[in-house]
């Protein structure tokens, strides 16, 4: 295949390219199954549908846009038309439920289409927070410590140090992490891991809280190598006094909220060179160690000494073009319709 038909934009071919979102997010639920306002961060992925669709289309594809709401609808439909080359997976759960995100990216392999984004088994590892963190630990990337609770009896927490944060071990978005969700005595963490543990049942993660900067490295792989896109940094100067440096669910989310403006993201950030080269290793690490694919970004706390420690990696984050991650590409000189065209070329097949 020659150098000049890969380097301009692919021809137009019909419906060569799905793009597969979770259809519940279009008027069927109005809440999350946890009945809250959780469902705003789900929502969210409608923000990407049509930049990602149009992208395509300026690229020179005619892309199937497929709410996903039936595994059989979905087997159907591939069976009466024939499979499509690629999908664009948007598909951030199924029915409402998180938790099914890796099942519907295992559908794809199963069914033998290539699909953008992170694998299956990535996806798995890095919903679950308490594995995540016994990977990081057993390669030895600094991760803060931490408890589990799993309902019942509360763990002995004699050797964490307060303060300390709870959050559900198998949820993203900042989802159970709340303003005020970072304690300072037994009482306040047990009542918190109580309530999550409630409202989410699954395991709690009771962690060490680091006062420092939150510090997010995008990865973009591009044909196998992978680049980390310059730094983004959440900044906590405008939270009400007192109040901790988190970037809770109201932070995220909740645009009204003082604790959504008062913690900007800025990118670049302002890293001095040797902990930037620390993040940058680490970040790549991290993406290797979980079987990363395409994008992702790793979160880091940096504790006042210049440590970073690793949070989590995030394999689905908002690729909107107002979002974090395409802060990170423009930073680094990259368009969203170039974004989209490396990941089609990562992942077209013939």
């Avoid at 080359?85 to 099914?100: D, P, S, V, W």
């Avoid at 730094?231 to 645009?255: C, H, N, V």
């Amino acid at each position: 295949m020659s150098s000049q038909k890969q380097s301009g934009p692919a021809n137009k071919r019909e419906k060569e390219i799905w793009v597969i979102y979770n259809a519940w997010l279009r008027g069927g639920r109005a809440k999350s199954e946890t009945g809250s306002d959780d469902r705003i961060s789900e929502a969210a992925v409608e923000d990407e549908l049509r930049p990602v669709a149009e992208g395509l289309e300026e690229l020179g594809f005619s892309p199937e846009v497929y709410a996903l709401s039936s595994i059989l609808d979905l087997v159907m439909r591939i069976s009466g038309t024939g499979k499509p080359k690629l999908i664009f997976n948007l598909a951030e759960g199924f029915r409402g439920a998180a938790a099914k995100e890796m099942n519907v990216a295992a559908l794809f392999e199963l069914l033998d289409i290539p699909y953008t984004g992170n694998p299956a088994r990535t996806l798995a590892a890095a919903q679950d927070k308490i594995l995540t963190k016994r990977l990081l630990v057993s390669a030895g990337i600094p991760t803060p410590r931490w408890k589990v609770f799993q309902g019942g009896e509360f763990p002995c927490l004699g050797d964490l140090s307060y303060p300390l944060i709870a959050k559900p071990a198998r949820e993203d978005s900042s989802l159970g992490i709340r303003a005020g969700g970072v304690f300072s005595d037994l009482p306040g963490i047990r009542q918190a891991a109580q309530g999550i543990f409630g409202t989410y049942r699954q395991p709690v993660l009771i962690e060490e809280f680091i006062d420092g900067r939150e510090i997010g490295a995008a990865i973009l792989e591009t044909e196998g190598r992978q680049a980390v896109l310059p730094l983004s940094e959440i900044l906590f100067d405008g939270l009400p006094p007192g109040a901790p440096r988190i970037t809770s669910y109201e932070a995220k989310w909740l645009a009204d909220s003082v604790f959504y403006t008062g913690t900007p993201a800025v990118c670049p950030a302002a890293v001095e060179a040797g902990l930037k080269a620390r993040i940058e290793k680490t970040a790549v690490e991290v993406f290797a160690l979980l079987g990363g694919k395409d994008y992702g970004r790793v979160d880091f706390r940096v504790d006042p000494a210049g440590n970073p420690f690793v949070l989590e990696y995030n394999p689905n984050p908002d690729i909107s073009p107002a979002g974090g991650f395409a802060r990170s590409l423009a930073a680094a000189g990259i368009g969203f319709r170039d974004f989209l065209d490396i990941l089609v070329r990562n992942n077209r097949h013939g």
